[in-house]
């Protein structure tokens, strides 16, 4: 039984490292981005704090966000439109294996987003804070892959297996800008600033930003609040979906 | 004592009946060919012996227990699949689904059943079509299983490819395993099976050994046997005929 789960999160992770859509576009957006928006713009501050340091914590939230989102998002819905699923399911597989291994994929590689960002910070954007800052902050982005998760799971169990990416990428991307997860969330233009509280994104940044003590909106406890919410409402969807899935008949 | 049984069983989805009552049992050892055009309920029977879908009415067991049970521990099934992870070798899909069983093949036994010695260090992604098969046919078969599902096994396959597959299930049965194959090349029926089960329109239409059905029919070949079974359901025939 347990040699199920570690031999499934085992040759789940191997068989993501191998697909470069996965492996290289998770880890090199976010690290592009900070490149360009963090570390060119380190010069300048939002409010006390500077800009590499402060965007150091939102590309972190993004890059966790794609990594889980693409694993659970695109992965499901194609293994579960084109039959593989199925398969899975009439083997003896422990039917958590195949989720739980997704979880590891997503933990992982949002891991390895986080600590080149960190890397990068450290070496080139004169990002300097105590050690427990550093680690407090790198295991809070990492353990927000589970509430997307939830959401990356809702999504690959309704959408079809050609369109989940594209899918994924349009809910991605956008939740990303408005969320203030690009730029620091006050440039935005106010209407768009009063939209963010509806986004998980949004969230999740404000918790990462509470830990580099940037003046946040809200409470940290509302925002964790907001994302269990979140995380447990889509994890209903998905339920939803996946029981729905198991009554289909095909072929 | 059957290794396979289903009792009565029929099956609805919304206002389509897939299957209206059906009986079949399969015996140790046996391989048993389920016949019929395609939508004539041949994969909903598999998918309820697999515990995948519940009968509507009626009752399925495999080894005298529920199909979704620890009953799962002693069959594979190679079902029709669109895609399979490509970025993973033949040898580590073979150990993944070898950890699911509690006493599998040894990994180089199940190579060698499935005829992929030499190709098992390449990616699912860069094999060929018959190569695909045959590593779907491990996958059945590395648990150490008594019995096999193997629903359409060797659709667009060509010949060559397709005998050789022959020769795999002809192997398992050697060994004592049972199959439940779906096909409809009514020569892969004639080749294999022990008894051949016509199913059309969620119905069993005839059962018998290959001779049997034959002698039923007055046709020489299952071919025409087929045909003259489906004849008698007019409005069958024009699927048959496609």
């Known amino acids: 039984m347990n040699r199920a789960y570690w031999m499934e999160s085992k040759m789940e992770l191997l068989k993501m490292a191998r697909l470069k859509q996965y492996s290289l576009s998770t880890v090199a957006f976010p690290l592009m981005f900070y490149c360009f928006f963090g570390l060119a713009m380190a010069p300048f501050s939002q409010g006390a704090t500077s800009m590499s340091k402060y965007l150091l914590a939102t590309y972190g939230a993004f890059g966790v966000m794609g990594a ?148 946040v909106q809200g409470s940290v406890l509302g925002h964790v609040e907001a994302l269990v919410g979140f995380g447990l409402v889509f994890a209903g969807v998905a339920w939803i979906g996946q029981s729905r899935d198991h009554q289909k008949m095909y072929g | 004592m059957p290794v396979a049984e289903l009792r009565g069983v029929t099956k609805r989805h919304g206002q389509v009946e897939a299957l209206r009552g059906i009986d079949l049992s399969i015996a140790p050892g046996e391989l048993l060919a389920l016949l019929g055009p395609n939508g004539a309920g041949k994969t909903t029977a598999v998918r309820i012996l697999l515990g995948l879908a519940a009968p509507t009415s009626g009752e399925a067991t495999l080894f005298g227990y529920h199909p979704a049970s620890q009953a799962k521990l002693r069959r594979g099934a190679l079902l029709q699949v669109a895609k399979v992870p490509e970025t993973l070798k033949v040898r580590e899909h073979i150990e993944l689904f070898s950890s699911y069983y509690e006493k599998p093949l040894p990994i180089a036994e199940t190579i060698a059943a499935a005829g992929l010695a030499g190709i098992e260090n390449r990616l699912f992604g860069a094999l060929s079509g018959g190569q695909k098969q045959r590593v779907l046919f491990a996958l059945a078969i590395c648990g150490n299983p008594d019995m096999l599902f193997l629903d359409e096994p060797t659709v667009g396959l060509d010949v060559e490819s397709r005998r050789a597959l022959w020769a795999r299930i002809r192997g398992f049965v050697a060994r004592g395993g049972s199959v439940l194959l779906t096909t409809h090349y009514l020569e892969e029926a004639d080749a294999l099976a022990h008894r051949v089960a016509v199913i059309d329109r969620g119905r069993i239409a005839a059962e018998g050994t290959p001779a049997e059905i034959k002698a039923q029919t007055g046709t020489s070949g299952l071919e025409d046997a087929f045909l003259a079974i489906m004849k008698e359901n007019v409005n069958a025939l024009e699927e048959v005929l496609q």
């Open chain 1, 68 to 215: 889980t989102l693409y694993a659970f998002g695109a992965g499901v819905a194609v293994e579960r439109g084109l039959g593989w699923m199925e398969v899975k399911r009439a083997s003896p597989m422990p039917p958590a294996a195949y989720f739980v291994a997704k979880g590891v994929v997503s933990l992982t590689f949002g891991a390895l987003v986080v600590t080149l960002l960190f890397a990068l910070g450290a070496i080139f954007g004169g990002v300097r804070m105590p050690a427990s800052q550093w680690l407090i902050m790198w295991g809070a982005l990492v353990a927000g892959a589970i509430p997307f998760g939830a959401i990356g799971l809702a999504i690959g169990s309704f959408a079809g297996p050609n369109s989940a990416a594209n899918i994924v990428n349009m809910i991605y991307l956008p939740m990303g800008f408005l969320g203030g997860l690009w730029m620091p969330i006050e440039i935005l233009p106010k209407a768009l600033q009063h939209l963010a509280p509806w986004l998980p994104s949004y969230h999740f940044g404000q918790i990462a930003l509470a830990i580099l003590r940037v003046p």
